[in-house]
């Protein structure tokens, strides 16, 4: 069934449309992979909003704080401009269930696999989650974009090549698709929406 707000592409961060380079605990450590602008520009283009989840548990490790993670974002929006693309929202999760002290160790609902981010994303920015779609490189990302009630592509990008290759046995759940990295992911939600009967 279908909502009257938006359909949105909500995407990973780190391995995704970033370098996965463990944890970025720096902002000159921030990346983008090759494609993800261009992919991220194909998907405002057709209308969708565009939006990050990202889960940040090095704040709750103690790795590094909070105003770090914004500063990261700062700067892959200004990655993202200089090649003229931006996203609507970033969302992270800075907590863990165990790690670290409260507030930040906390048993919350927007670490993924929950869907709370996504859900917020929708709240916010009034998405249509059931045309929506996440992406990412982890399991978790695809279980969250379920739980959320969006179509889901796995991408090969970051951890995605070993979540197939070696851990795909144990999956509790499979993605919508499988994609190299996002910009085919961007190009499969394309071409499946014009195979769709007009809205
Ligand atoms: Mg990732
Ligand atoms: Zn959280």
Not at 4 to 21: F, K, L, N, Q, S
Not at 47 to 67: H, K, P
Not at 78 to 90: F, H
Not at 120 to 140: E, K, N, V
Request: hydrophobic share 35%; aromatic share 6%; proline share 5%.
């Amino acid at each position: 069934m279908s909502g009257t707000g938006r359909p949105a592409i909500v995407m990973d961060r780190d391995g995704t449309v970033c370098e996965e380079v463990g944890y970025v605990n720096h902002v000159s450590r921030v990346r983008l992979l090759p494609r993800s602008a261009a992919a991220i520009r194909a998907a405002r283009e057709a209308g969708f909003a565009t939006v990050l989840v990202t889960n940040q548990a090095g704040v709750a490790r103690g790795y590094f704080d909070e105003s770090l993670v914004h500063r990261v974002h700062e700067r892959l929006r200004r990655l993202l401009a200089a090649e003229g693309a931006a996203v609507d929202a970033i969302y992270h999760c800075p907590h863990h269930p165990e790690a670290g002290e409260p507030p930040y160790r906390k048993d919350c609902d927007c670490r993924k696999p929950r869907p709370g981010m996504i859900l917020r994303a929708r709240d916010d920015l009034s998405l249509d989650l059931s045309r929506s779609y996440t992406i990412g490189d982890s399991m978790r990302d695809v279980e969250a974009g379920r739980r959320a009630g969006t179509a889901t592509v796995l991408v090969m990008t970051g951890y995605g090549r070993g979540e197939l290759e070696h851990r795909s046995g144990s999956w509790k759940m499979r993605p919508d698709h499988v994609a190299e990295d996002l910009m085919d992911a961007v190009a499969w939600i394309l071409a499946r929406e014009r195979e769709e009967a007009p809205r």
